[in-house]
């Protein structure tokens, strides 16, 4: 990977974060985007503690003007994008009958739209040169489901979706699309969980623990990588044999 160019959602903390950090472990030079500079800069000195590049760009996923200047900051910057790692997500927990428009409309336009918006913008820049890595995050929920996250999961089930088409489309430029689906993963989403919700999750995990944001990272790592270059389309699992497909 040295010497390629990822650009990463979401990458403030957390599995973007950790994405960022394994990808510049292994030569990357970065781009990363999210809401929260502040946290934002902190990583791009992680990068350069790494012994690489990084450009911090505060950028809005659900917001189409915001992604396509991020885009051409990184153009500038790097005159490519090689790597596109959709990671970019929020929650808004409700049972559908009590679920609010609002709720409904933010999940999707981040954790759908977003990667939407960013894959539109990153595409031509990898079809003209021939090479491509796209990694969505996706969850074990898009493929289980669960009470009360159906904004959630419709976004991330529309995610896996997403991901299978645009593979089939771009394969031929040898761009590759896939998706990473993690499970019960201790981020900063997941600290919201009270105890007796957390252990009764962890009783759903063969592995019997949580996992972390370096397991997810070193999956999305290999997905970007030239060594995965003969997998497209696919959805890889990363959940301890919570959901066993």
Known sequence: MKGRVAFVTGAAQGIGRACALAMAEAGAR??????????????????AGCG????????????????????????????KVEILVNNAGITRDHLLVRMKR??????????????YLCTQQALPGMMKQRYGRIVNIASVVA???????????ASKAGLIGLTKAVAQEVASRNITVNAVAPGFIATAMTEKLNEQARERLLERVPLGRMGTDRDVAVAVRFLASEQAGYITGHVLDVNGGMYMS
């Open 52 to 79: 690489s590049e990084a450009l911090a760009v505060s950028m809005n996923v659900a917001d189409a003007a915001q992604v396509e200047a991020a885009f051409r900051k990184a153009y500038e910057r790097f005159e």
């Open 102 to 115: 609002e709720d409904w409309d933010a999940v999707l336009g981040v954790n759908l739209t977003g990667a």
């Open 143 to 153: 493929r289980m489901g669960n009470a009360g996250q159906a904004n959630y999961i």
């Open 30 to 47: 970065l781009v990363l985007a999210d809401v929260n500079q502040e946290k934002l800069d902190g990583v791009a000195n992680e990068v």
